[in-house]
Nanobody, 120 residues
Framework: QVQLVESGGGLVQAGGSLRLSCAASRSIFSINAMGWYRQAPGKQRELVARITSGGSTNYADSVKGRFTISRDNAKITVYLQMNSLKPEDTAVYYC??????????????WGQGTQVTVSS
C-alpha cells in the first residue's frame, strides 16, 4: 500500500478558494497517476481531477476552468487548487494513487478524506 496524507480542506464561502494537498509515502511501488475524487452525501464517489506521472491531466466537466491539479514528483505530492467554489462542490475529497507492484500488479490507494464545505 501507498500511504496518502491529505490536508487543506475546510469551510469557505461561495466564490472563495481552497488548496488541497496530498503527500504520498515513499515506497517500493511505482505511482503512475494521482488524483482527487469527491463524495457528497447520498451520492457516489466521482473523479474530480487526475494527473499522470508525465503531467497529463483530466477533469470532471463540472470543475473545468475552476480547479487545477498539479504534481511535485520529487515530493510525491499532488495539489488541487480550487477557485470559484460553489455550494455544490461541498463533499469529502479523497486523494487517490494508482500504483504498480511487481508482485501484485496495479492497485489503488486512498487517503482518509478531507471535508470541503462551501457556504452560499
Amino acid at each position: 500500500q501507498v500511504q496518502l496524507v491529505e490536508s487543506g480542506g475546510g469551510l469557505v464561502q461561495a466564490g472563495g478558494s481552497l488548496r488541497l494537498s496530498c503527500a504520498a509515502s515513499r515506497s517500493i511501488f511505482s505511482i503512475n497517476a494521482m488524483g482527487w475524487y469527491r463524495q457528497a452525501p447520498g451520492k457516489q464517489r466521482e473523479l474530480v481531477a487526475r494527473i499522470t506521472s508525465g503531467g497529463s491531466t483530466n477533469y470532471a466537466d463540472s470543475v473545468k476552468g475552476r480547479f487545477t491539479i498539479s504534481r511535485d514528483n520529487a515530493k510525491i505530492t499532488v495539489y488541487l487548487q480550487m477557485n470559484s467554489l460553489k455550494p455544490e462542490d461541498t463533499a469529502v475529497y479523497y486523494c487517490n494513487a494508482e500504483a504498480l507492484s511487481a508482485t501484485m500488479g496495479p492497485f489503488r490507494s486512498w487517503g482518509q478524506g478531507t471535508q470541503v464545505t462551501v457556504s452560499s
